[in-house]
């Protein structure tokens, strides 16, 4: 018996950046400013941490522009760059993306984002995300949840986030969604798993 529980905390141990079982820290800040009733501009900044949140892997800056369209559908085209870890590298990463979104009030929302990845030192891909997330409104800290699959043009269906967490309200109209993923993540053919503990603060002005 102690065999097995001593093996089932030395996994995490030995695992390495997006290996089976790595423990990561995903960190994200987003600045939201609404400047007409129908349009809405979101500036986001995140850190990933992985190697059991020991190691900077992953940090992108994104703009995006969100059109009410219609009371339940939204467009939001954008842009993200992204600095990649490869093999002890940094690598720029370009992403132009459009986003249509699909909502219920605040209770469900479905997002579409297409988005063309110019990669350095690799093949550029078309990249697809599909993202539903419920969320309760029923208290003032509030659950939600959320499923995101991703499906690339060279190595199709290669990435699934199940996560759950909390919205907390914070000072004036800000919140922060601390939340837990389980992240599936195929590479080279092989599916891998991580565990992400992350916090995404929202400053509305």
Known sequence: MCRWIFLFFAIPIWASVNQNNDVQLWLTDSFVK???PRCTLYLSNEW???DNISKLFYVYVQGTSRFALTDRIDFAPGFRQAWNL?????RLEYEPLAEIYFHAGNFVQFRNRISYVIREARNNIWQYRGR???NLDYWQVRPFFS???FVMSHDGFNQNRTIGGVNVPLFGRSNIDLY???RFLKSAG??????VFGGW???QF
């Open 48 to 50: 990933r941490i992985g």
């Open 147 to 149: 499923e995101e699959v």
């Open 132 to 134: 539903l997330r419920f």
């Open 201 to 203: 603060v929202y400053f």
């Open 190 to 195: 092989t599916w891998t798993h991580q565990h």
């Open 180 to 182: 837990y993923m389980l």
């Open 34 to 36: 609404q400047i007409h």
């Open 86 to 90: 490869q093999l002890n590298k940094w």
